[in-house]
Each structure stands twice: as structure tokens, then as C-alpha cells.
């Protein structure tokens, strides 16, 4: 068989299952997570407490956006690729950070970026 240069996203050496299996793992527990802090809401609480249990909500429904996010990018071959610039993204970065979107330099280059 001759390698082709061309070889699908989808192909390349990354382990997508792996990653899907990751990512439906996280997504199942940011859904728990939203689901107890829900009935937590319910119940009467100081004001403070309260202020914790939204900042949570947002964070867990932030990280639940980008997990459908990624498993969106699977779904079309999409994943593993720095959305800027369209080159691969590292494994390690991958590993370390499933839902991650771009590469270092592009996420450095960023306006957001904080170091
Ligand atoms: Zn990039």
C-alpha cells in the first residue's frame, strides 16, 4: 500500500476511541455534577453559598459546552486540529487536555491567553 500524504484526519495515528471514551466519561460526570447542584439549589442557603453553587453551574456547564464540542470535532474527523491554523494539535496536548482547540502557538497568540 503506498502512504499517501493525504491520509484522513480520522486515520492518522491518534486513538480516537480512547478519546471519545474520555470524553463521554468527563461528560457523564459534569452531567451529575449539574444534576446535584440542582437539587442543591432547592434547598435554602446563605447567600454566599449560593454564589459558589452558580460560579460551579457555570463552570460545569462551560466544560460540558466544550465537551460536546469535542465530540462534535470527532464526529467529523475534525479532532486533534488547531481550529486557527488547521495543523495538528500535539498527542500530549490532546492527552493532557481532550477538549483543547488550538495549538500552543495559536492559543499563545490568543488575546485571552493568561500565563
Ligand atoms: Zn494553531
Redesign the pocket.
Known sequence: MVVSDQVPIGKRSLDLEWFRRELEQERQFRLEQLISLSYQAEAPCSTALGEVRAALTAGARRALAEIDAALFRLSRNTFGV??????A?PSYRLIAIPTIR??????RSQPSHQD
Open positions: 488547531c481550529e486557527l491554523c488547521g495543523q494539535i488550538l495549538c500552543l502557538p495559536c492559543e
